[in-house]
């Protein structure tokens, strides 16, 4: 919730790079809730990537024992 409010002040995604580019109204942020938002992501791609990377050895384990095999 905390991240798409976030996002409707910032509909181009450059607000916060300049100076008087956020709207003058809801220009307020939660910042506690914003850090847990964010860290439940980090958490998410953490394990994303936990994932992905167990997958690779694993493709890579069945390439290299192709090697071995008679085909």
Do not use: H, K
Not at 21 to 28: C, E, H, I, K, T
């Amino acid at each position: 919730m905390t991240l798409a409010r976030l996002a409707q002040l910032d509909p181009n995604g450059e607000s916060f790079r300049y100076n008087g580019g956020l709207p003058n109204v809801d220009d307020r942020v939660d910042f506690p809730s914003l850090n847990n938002a964010l860290s439940e992501m980090l958490d998410v791609l953490a394990g994303a990537l936990d994932v992905l990377d167990e997958y690779s050895d694993c493709q890579r384990d069945i390439v290299d024992a192709s090697d071995y095999m008679d085909l």
